[in-house]
């Protein structure tokens, strides 16, 4: 496989990215031999990790000032809000950077994995081309992080704007990291969870479209004689050269079809493939488990306070400057809603793409024994392998999340305006 197209070829943006802000303790891959350095080999990695994550961690609870924050009005709910929406984003960013440095060594592992396991699928003649795939998702990578570069820019010169006239440059420094801070770490995450789930998608939509091949090529087969055995009868009562035009039909249509041992060995090599990439989403989700637990957590919070400070709220800056108040919260909810959301579709596109496997698998007719023993049994593994991501097993990214945490927001946020008016 080309060193140019591949998955460190896909992924090295990300990871320098992620470098940057301490979320990838590991020295970036070498080309070259197309294999991770040991996540050891460089100690400066790990202390620059430490080092981001200690100090933006402590410095922002230390300089820290919930009081005297101008966006905070006399209501106790709006304090009372800011102070769990920073504390729970603060907790989350410090989290999110201790495990990325913990589990280190399994992200070099699995990244490793996945790229041995893309040279086994090159070896079964995909029907696509392997360049433009690797192409478009490096396209698709370096939009992500183009977009998110552009969002944290546009968060931070609004929240200076909206706070410059009654806080000091040292006060908004405070702000800025402490409200950047686990904001760059979490849309970070984001993108790492969401790029390594996709590419998982995009290897599990190559075996549904070899699968899908060879089921076409397998049952054109069957169909090819079926026609010939007409066109042969029809011969018997009809002119000659009506047969010397099926038999050429046949000829050039049984080209494309394959043999019971291809079918077999295809669908043998599917099942393995398969299998093994089913094992790899299962080491992706214990990487990233602990993660979208706490990540999912913070964005329910943040979400919830946020469309209370955009809707109901009536705190200081939003009487002095309502247009930038209004931005301001506005992309702060974007930002989350389309994290949750891309969390959500990453996995749920990838579970769909590998029970659509089954769909295929089950739509191969004109079995025999030996096929109809090979489809039982990659069946039976498919019923074994089910492909879901979640947090900590305590939720499932899928759909059903969603509804969840609308209807979990919706209800807070009615018990907040019941006290308000109450009070």
């Known amino acids: 496989m080309s060193a140019a197209h591949d998955i460190y070829s896909v992924v090295k943006p990300l990871l320098i990215f992620s470098k940057v802000f301490g979320l990838y303790p590991n020295t970036v891959e070498n080309f070259e031999t197309q294999q991770l350095t040991s996540p050891w080999s460089n100690g400066l990695d790990i202390v620059w990790s430490a080092t981001i994550m200690i100090f933006l961690t402590f410095y922002s609870i230390y300089t820290m000032r919930m009081g005297e924050k101008p966006a905070t009005s006399t209501e106790l709910i709006v304090e009372i809000g800011d102070i769990i929406y920073m504390s729970v984003s603060l907790i989350d960013a410090f989290l999110l950077s201790l495990f990325s440095i913990t589990k280190r060594t399994k992200m070099v592992q699995f990244l490793q994995k996945f790229a041995n396991f893309e040279k086994k699928m090159q070896q079964l003649d995909l029907p696509l081309d392997l360049a433009n795939e690797y192409t478009r998702a490096k396209v698709c990578v370096l939009f992500a992080i183009a977009t998110a570069i552009s969002l944290i820019i546009s968060y931070v010169i609004i929240d200076i704007i909206l706070f410059l006239g009654n806080v000091t440059f040292e006060d908004i420094g405070a702000e800025i990291v402490a409200y950047v801070y686990p904001l760059v770490t979490m849309m970070t995450m984001v993108m790492q969870f969401c790029t390594l789930c996709l590419l998982t998608r995009q290897k599990f939509r190559w075996i549904n479209l070899k699968l899908d091949q060879i089921r076409k090529q397998w049952q054109g087969k069957n169909k090819t004689t079926y026609y010939s055995n ?116 990453a996995a749920s596109q990838t579970k769909n793409e590998a029970k659509h496997t089954s769909r295929i698998l089950h739509k191969i007719y004109d079995r025999n024994e030996e096929v109809e023993n090979s489809i039982m049994h990659f069946s039976f593994q498919l019923l074994q392998s089910n492909v879901e991501f979640s947090g900590c097993h305590v939720f499932v990214l899928d759909e059903t999340l969603l509804f969840s945490v609308v209807g979990a927001i919706t209800t807070y946020l009615v018990i907040v305006i019941q006290f308000q008016y109450q009070n």
């Open 230 to 345: 007409k066109i042969n009868s029809f011969h018997l009562s009809k002119k000659k050269h009506f047969f010397h035009l099926g038999r050429n039909f046949c000829c050039r249509e049984t080209t494309k079809a394959i043999t019971l041992e291809k079918l077999i060995y295809f669908l043998e090599q599917f099942r393995r493939r398969h299998y093994e990439l089913c094992s790899l989403t299962e080491n992706l989700n214990r990487i990233f488990n602990v993660q979208i637990l706490f990540t999912c957590l913070n964005l329910f919070i943040t979400i919830t306070f946020t469309v209370y400070f955009y809707f109901i709220s009536n705190s200081d800056a939003k009487i002095r400057s309502p247009v930038l108040y209004s931005t301001y919260y506005a992309l702060n909810g974007f930002i989350n809603v389309s994290a949750l959301f891309g969390l959500v579709w």
